[in-house]
């Protein structure tokens, strides 16, 4: 079963869909119950990538090469670092929470939706696998088509806009990855991601590359401006499309960056580290102040989200200024670190917000922010689960939000002191949207009478909001763990920040 | 005997289980449960705490500095969790714990009729292990954590009664202006990361002398000396912290929370977390005059202007507010001028009267069911004997007569600013001079208002209806009539007043040799030989009671207290008219305190509305007009516009298409044909 863990993973939860399709519309339990078991046996399985990985060695691991297509010297290959390590964990768990989440909520069709779901967890965790470039593409597509069913089909009035706008969005974007790609493998012979990576190219080259990728990965995360897909496909996707949606499938943008933006193209990405730091700041403070006047909560935590993806890319590319300029290779670590604790912790906040949102949306079918008001008062359970999760929305210590932000400041700081003064700005815009929207909310008396009939948590939502409030505690208050599995990969990427290849 | 790691963390985490308890387990446990437990946990770690200090000054032990676990560790940087253990700690572990303790007895008197009762106590718990874990700190990280962690406690007990509209805008608002503080603070601690390469405070401060003649780079040309930007950063975090102006805004609206709160975090602990950290930054805070004198003209800017907003005030509990922020700005001037140990002892006097002043205060507010309004008291010592000694011991510590607490920490203070020479000290010694007449001015109206006087309240038995002492009905009263007469509060409530009277009077007299010109700080407080002002004054000191008699001279600030004392006796006392005879003739002036200053309408005006205003603009004019407009549904638009043209073109009729064959066989001939010539 070792040998073949990666695949165990990618396919599991894909060929679980299946029986949970047949047992059809009529047997809508049925569907829950297997598709449950099945994210539970995914997750699982996943458990053992911990033990069968070896933190301190470092490097790719658990690697499986088969060939795929043979005339076009495309293979079937994965294997898994600490980051992707710790990005599948991140997914497998996510996908037992979506599908506890829907449980009832989802009431047409529930096995296609719940099939959907468990299609997408396999081909995320197959792009955090795949170490062929072709087949990172791959997944990377296909993962859509799943996201594009769910916002469609179970989403809201304007979906059509929206899972259009999502689409095309980031179809485009990947366009050009496509190309790069079909250029390296002109040039190298192989979508193999090792072989890329020492392939040489010339500035010019390398320059085409970073921004045909930048243009692909900045859409996923996604980056200013290019971020306007976000809002729109998060108000109309169901809770359980929008929890997906913000705590695994942007991190895949980061992680693209990781893969391809960082190896292949390493004096381009350094040349150009300038404006895509210049663009994570902006998220920071011009996200931020859109964020403080959004009047639907689910796009408030959308911009959010963009905001907080900032970090990641600040935290990545922050490295090239620090190991090329001032040869810090320490705080370059730091850095890079920060981005990937940031990745996984956004990925428990805003899978947690986008919960909480769901629970009240299906109180009341509202996400206005102005139909709510004093909700603490019929809903204290709730109320307290909302708070900490705002709370770590706003980066407090104890938190997991406050740990990778926290690292990306303190890097930042090393390279340039207005970097850091721009990134620690979130302490307090960040800190504006997320509590002026609990004190809309939360407090206050109640405003009407929708409002005093809301009932407080039951036990399923309760699990779900416990869950990742565990995880945003654990990992606030002891981080290294997560640095430690992550600390040799993030070495290595490191030391590839120096590389010059012209 | 050294101090066991395992004395330590029971310290820090008694009120912690006592937290969790009160609050996921309030309904099982109950009201007499919740309040029992957290009390336990308390006195536990009082009781460990007095036990530490005696051992870290008398029992010998040694300064205890060690991690716990480590909190990341990634090259050469490393962040821990861990206690360090000397003086400046120990003492301040006692006065967290003994203050908290005593709050938390008040507050079953206090609170209860609340129906949060059980919530208020496991927040109050919370509050203390944040502050332990802020002030037993030895690295940066946990301070920081221990910083934010009192922040959120605050936001949650400014907000507890979270139906009011004022509630829940203040707290958001203190959340927010302490968040500009932490903004600063986080780039300070990033600044120290950066030259000093270590989180942790031992290492940090050993290398602090490397820092001299280091610059950060702020533009190509202008370079800052290192040492002066991390400490003006870090400061920054105080001014939130400590409300030092212009962050001070956020104090006076944190009154919103019930009084216990207010005694506990926003007067004898959490605000003066900053003047705590400026304090342990001391090998840090002495290699910079300029952030000192930064340091010195906030502090005493502080002192003054915000005292002389409590001369206007009628909340009782607003009158104490503003003399903490005044208060805090004395601190915050004895760091400005290097005597970090008067600042910590005056921080240590402070905690005692002036939680004893709002624990009053709220014995009051009881008393009057819940009417907070000066106008409407007076002529309350008959009815309310114990609050009313004690608020007067309280008091006479507050505007420092001799041989009170307050006296010694607070003539020391004035006295070092008058003997140091560091740029802004003249400013400054006038700004402590004028705010000790100041103080008494607004201290004895307070006193003279509330239990002096006639009564200017009428109680009115025929509301029979039973429930008067919820918080909210004083809205079935008019301003100034009471369902019973004002009564004495229970024990529970006096108690703690008695316990805190004590130390507000004698605390002073037995410590101020020691802790002030003995070194008792030892190596945790650093001052430069030239620096140093408590140096050059302890070489006069003649002992406590010689200090206090010296203070009796009408020359100095006693000479103030005097006057201030007979000009608030003539008019409270005797001719009540002059107060608005006074008020009316200085108007403008009235205005301007009343409006405090307008600053809060300025932030307001600027952050709060501009900050909604710029959002909205980048929102539709950037996201939704440029980005979405003209890039996104622009070009979709552009693309259907480009299709429909081109669609004529395939308009199926045959005749159409062989005309456009004829045409381009005949441009593909005439063009081959132009290239052959």
Not at chain 1, 326 to 331: C, K, L, Q, R, V
Not at chain 1, 405 to 418: D, K, R
Not at chain 2, 367 to 394: C, N, S
Not at chain 2, 655 to 675: E, N, T, V
Request: one cysteine or more; hydrophobic letters at 55%.
């Amino acid at each position: 079963m070792f040998n073949h863990l990666l695949s165990l993973l990618i396919w599991l939860p894909i060929a679980g869909a299946v029986p949970v399709l047949l047992a059809g519309s009529g047997r809508p339990n049925l569907a829950r119950w297997l598709s449950l078991l099945m994210a539970i046996l995914t997750f699982a399985v996943s458990l053992f990538l911990i033990p069968q990985y070896n933190a301190d060695v470092g490097g790719m691991q658990l690697a499986e090469s088969h060939v795929w297509i043979s005339a076009l010297n495309v293979h079937y290959s994965l294997a898994v670092d600490g980051i992707s390590v710790a990005l599948i964990l991140l997914t497998t768990f996510v996908g037992i929470l979506v599908i506890i989440g829907a449980w009832d909520v989802i009431q047409d069709n529930p096995h296609q939706y719940m099939a959907a779901m468990l299609v997408l967890e396999g081909l995320m965790i197959g792009v955090f696998c795949a170490t062929d470039a072709l087949l990172f593409y791959v997944f990377f597509e296909a993962m859509l088509i799943p996201m594009f069913i769910l916002i469609g089909i179970w989403g809201g009035p304007r979906r059509v806009y929206a899972t259009l706008k999502f689409f095309i969005y980031t179809f485009l974007g990947s366009i050009f990855m496509l190309i790069g790609l079909i250029y390296l493998y002109l040039k190298a012979g192989t979508f193999d991601l090792h072989t890329l990576a020492t392939l040489p190219l010339t500035l010019t080259e390398q320059s085409w590359l970073f921004f045909a990728f930048l243009i692909a990965f900045a859409v996923k995360v996604p980056m200013v401006p290019v971020h306007t897909w976000l809002p729109d496909a998060h108000v109309e996707a169901p809770t359980g499309g929008s929890v997906v949606l913000a705590a695994v499938m942007l991190k895949i943008g980061g992680y693209g960056f990781l893969r391809f933006s960082l190896p292949i193209v390493p004096d381009a990405s350094a040349q150009f580290a300038w404006l895509v730091i210049l663009l994570s700041l902006i998220a920071v403070v011009y996200i931020g102040y859109v964020a403080l006047v959004q009047e639907d909560m689910k796009k408030l935590v959308a911009y959010s989200s963009v905001a907080h993806m900032g970090f990641v890319t600040l935290g990545i590319f922050i490295g090239f200024m620090l190991v090329r300029q001032f040869g810090n290779t320490d705080a370059a670590r730091l850095g890079m670190q920060g981005a990937m604790v940031q990745m996984i912790s956004h990925g428990f906040i805003s899978g947690a917000m986008f919960s909480c949102i769901g629970v009240l949306y299906d109180r009341m079918h509202t996400r206005m922010i102005k139909d709510y008001g004093g909700v603490i008062n019929v809903m204290p359970w709730f109320g307290f689960f909302y708070v900490l999760f705002a709370m770590a929305n706003c980066g407090l210590p104890g938190t997991s939000g406050f740990v990778g932000e926290f690292m990306v400041i303190l890097a930042s700081f090393s390279a340039n002191p207005w970097i850091a003064f721009f990134a620690a700005f979130t302490l307090i815009i960040g800190a504006a949207y997320t509590l002026w929207l609990v004190k809309r909310v939360l407090w206050g008396d109640v405003t009407n009478s929708h409002v005093a009939e809301m009932k407080d948590i039951n036990g399923r939502e309760t699990l779900v909001l416990g869950a990742f409030a565990a995880l945003v505690l654990i990992v606030g208050i002891w981080p290294e763990p997560l640095t430690h599995l992550m600390n040799s990969s993030v070495t290595q990427l490191v030391q590839l920040l120096a590389v010059h290849k012209v | 005997m050294e101090l066991s790691s395992s004395i330590l963390l029971t310290i820090a985490l008694a009120p912690l289980v006592g937290c969790l308890l009160a609050g996921f387990l309030g309904k099982q446990i109950g009201r007499a449960g919740a309040h029992s437990v957290t009390i336990l946990g308390l006195l536990i770690s009082c009781g460990l705490s007095f036990y530490v200090l005696y051992q870290i000054t008398a029992g010998g032990a040694p300064v205890y500095n060690h991690n716990v676990y480590t909190w990341f560790e990634i090259g050469k940087y490393t962040a821990s969790v861990g206690f360090l253990i000397d003086r400046l700690t120990a003492m301040m572990m006692v006065v967290v714990t003994f203050v908290s303790l005593l709050v938390h007895v008040y507050t079953i008197g206090y609170m209860a009729d609340d129906d949060g009762y059980q919530r208020f106590f496991s927040y109050i718990s919370l509050f203390t292990f944040s502050m332990l874990m802020l002030v037993m700190s030895n690295n940066f990280l946990q301070l920081f954590f221990g910083w934010e962690a009192v922040g959120l406690v605050s936001y949650l007990l400014i907000g507890f009664w979270y139906k009011r509209p004022t509630a829940i805008f203040a707290n958001l608002k203190a959340f927010l202006v302490n968040r500009v503080g932490d903004f600063g603070f986080l780039l300070g601690i990033a600044a120290i990361l950066y030259f000093l390469g270590t989180l942790d405070y031992a290492t940090a401060f050993a290398s602090a002398p490397t820092l001299v003649g280091k610059t950060l780079a702020i533009t190509q040309h202008v370079q800052w000396d290192a040492a002066t930007v991390i400490c003006i950063l870090l400061f920054i975090g105080a001014m939130g912290k400590s409300a030092q102006v212009p962050l001070h805004v956020w104090l006076p609206d944190s009154m919103e929370g019930p009084t216990p709160i207010s005694a506990l975090i926003h007067a004898a602990t959490m605000v003066t977390a900053g003047i705590f950290m400026v304090a342990r930054m001391s090998p840090l805070y002495e290699l910079s005059d300029t952030a000192l004198s930064f340091v010195l003209v906030i502090g005493a800017t502080g002192a003054l202007f915000t005292g002389l907003i409590g001369i206007v005030q009628n909340d009782i509990k607003r009158v104490v507010a503003y003399s903490t922020l005044s208060q805090l700005g004395y601190m915050t001037v004895a760091l400005g001028v290097s005597a970090y140990a008067g600042a910590v002892f005056h921080l240590m006097t402070h905690a005692f009267f002036k939680a004893l002043l709002f624990l009053g205060a709220g014995s009051v507010i009881i008393a009057m069911h819940h009417e907070q309004d000066m106008r409407y008291m007076g002529g309350l010592r008959k009815y309310m004997p114990i609050t009313w000694i004690t608020m007067w011991v309280g008091s006479l510590a507050l505007v420092a007569v001799p041989f009170t607490s307050g006296f010694y920490s607070k003539d020391a203070i004035i006295e070092a600013v008058g003997e140091s020479h560091r740029w802004g000290s003249g400013y400054a010694y006038f700004c402590v001079m004028a705010g000790a007449f100041v103080t008494a001015l607004y201290t004895f109206r307070q006193m003279y208002l509330t239990f002096h006087g006639k009564e200017r309240f009428t109680v009115v038995e025929h509301h029979g209806h039973g429930h008067h002492d919820d918080h909210d009905d004083h809205g079935h009263h008019k301003p100034g009539e009471l369902a019973h007469a004002p009564h004495e509060s229970p024990w529970v409530v006096t108690l703690p007043l008695v316990l805190l009277a004590i130390p507000s009077l004698l605390v002073g007299f037995f410590t101020v040799g020691p802790m002030l010109f003995g070194g008792w700080f030892g190596g945790a407080v650093h001052v430069n030989e030239v620096n140093n002002v408590l140096g050059e004054m302890g070489a006069h000191f003649e002992g406590a009671a010689g200090m206090a008699l010296h203070g009796f001279s009408l020359f100095g600030p006693f000479g103030l207290v005097l006057l201030a004392f007979a000009i608030q006796t003539y008019i409270y006392l005797f001719n009540p008219s002059v107060a608005d005879k006074i008020k009316s003739a200085l108007k403008p002036i009235w205005v301007l305190l009343d409006r405090k200053y307008f600053v809060d309408d300025i932030y307001f005006a600027i952050f709060a509305r501009g900050g909604v205003a710029l959002g909205r603009m980048f929102w539709k004019g950037g996201d939704a007009a440029v980005i979405d407009g003209v890039l996104i549904d622009g070009s979709a638009s552009m693309i259907q516009r480009i299709a429909s043209g081109v669609r004529r073109l395939q308009s199926g009729y045959l005749y159409h298409y062989a005309f456009a064959m004829i045409l381009g066989l005949i441009l593909l001939l005439g063009g081959y044909w132009l290239i052959g010539q």
